[in-house]
Structures are given as C-alpha cells and as structure tokens.
C-alpha cells in the first residue's frame, strides 16, 4: 500500500481506513511547527515530541500544546530523552 | 537530545539548551558530533549513535565506545555511521545508512557485532530487512518497526521474523514511534507525518 502525501501530519486509523490530515499553518500558533520532520519521540507524560526542521512541537491528546522555533544552526533535532 | 551539532541537555521549563561534551566522537570523521540516535536502557545507560555506537556509563559517567576494528569482523561494520539503537534484553540493535547490511546486533555478554543473514543469530530470518535504517522502536508486544526511506518494517519478535509492511515510495520516512493505544506514529521529512491505528 502506498499513499501521495503533500505536506502536514495524517492520522490513519488501519481498520477504518480513514485519515485525519494535521498540517502547518502559518497564522496558527497551536499548529505543527513545521512538517518536515527528522525525529519523533513519546515521553513517559504521553506527549508526543515532534523535532522539526524549525524547532520542536509538542502534541499531547490531539493538540500541540508548545512549540519553540529555533535559530538555524540548530534546526536540526534527531532526538531527546526525559527522565 | 542528540542534534546534528552535538549532545544537547534540554530544559523543557527555559526551553533553553545546554551543550555536552562529545570527546568520545572521532571528530576526523564526524567533525560536527552529528548524534543519530538516544537510548536510554534499563540499567540507566545513555546510549549514543554517531559514526559508531557509544553508551554512558551511570556510574563513572565515562563513554564506552563501539567503532569499527578493519581487523575485526565481529566489531561494528566498516563505514557505519548514523547509528540507531534500540535494546532489546541482552541485544543492541543497530540501524545504519551505509554499512552495506543496514542492521546489526551487538551481543552485550560476547561484545559482538553480528549481521546480516549468513549469521544466523539466534535463528533469525534475514531474508527481508531495510538496507538503511532511520529508526527503530519496539512496541507493546515486543515487536520492533524499523523506518527506512523505502518504508515501513517490521520484526515479529514471536515469529522471529522480518516483514515489508508497508512501502512509502514517494515520500522520505525519517522516524516512528509506537504508542501505548496500539498507534504507530510515522515521521516524514517530505513534509508529512502518518498516525497508524
């Protein structure tokens, strides 16, 4: 199976077949920092870290609850851990 | 958080980062300290991929590193760099991008490296695994899924086997992350990001 996607975040539910497309939107502050993505990771508090090309954006029970943009050299984010 | 400059403490509070000491990283191969990939184990070592394979001893707070030995066959394979880790009892899976094998196991009681489907390790089935790997995760049942920019893999821990679950070939897969709800969360550098349920 493969899917053409153009941009932003999908949620795919296997069974239904059905997708929730998220994406970027530059007038919304609460929306995915960026979509093109270099790492995902879950913290122990179930918050869903996205690190991005533009910083890092936090999605916690289906909304991005903080994201911080950051200077260019340090764009590039593969992962973190929380103890 | 490891970053393509170096290992990097992050204060989720000031949202502030502060930079870590990387000597341990051969800086004539790796001069920037790209870091690939963290783990954390149970016995709290930090686990770090580069252009070789590194953990954090909790208790000296010393690096030991695995890098590639041309002398030795069973050290990490030759050119490996952008290591992924991913433990797994008494295994350390390795993803790499230009090994020529894409996975490795380091054996932690033999400090061994084995690879490729001609090992045999444990009695794995090799026949279908990534050449290039982005990540690796396990999930609730103990399986794993490894990310390659081809697609989406997947190990049975029960079978013992590997398996092309799904082909993405357009679009350029980076990482996953399973969840506890049974979702399988899928990264994109193309700009997109898949939530599987």
Known sequence: ?83 | MGTDKGLHLFDPVTMKFTMLFTDFIDVESNPENKISDLYDDELNRLWVGSNGLHYLDPGSWKFKSFVNDPKDTTSLALKANGVIVQIDSAECWCGTWNSNFGLEILDFEASKFYRGRNWDWKNKDWRIQPKFVNSINKDKYGNLWFVSFRGLYFYNHEQNSFSFYIDFPIISLTSSCPDNKGNIWLGSYGGDCINLI
Do not use: C
């Open chain 1, 1 to 83: 199976m493969a899917w053409f996607l153009r941009g932003g975040l999908y949620q795919f539910n296997i069974k239904s077949k059905k997708s929730i497309v998220h994406k970027h939107n530059p007038n919304d502050d609460k929306s995915l920092v960026n979509n093109a993505i270099n790492q995902l990771y879950k913290d122990n508090h179930g918050t869903l870290w996205n690190t991005t090309d533009n910083g890092i954006s936090l999605l916690k029970s289906m909304e991005y609850i903080k994201r911080s943009k950051m200077a260019k050299k340090e764009r590039q984010l593969f992962k973190g851990l929380d103890y």
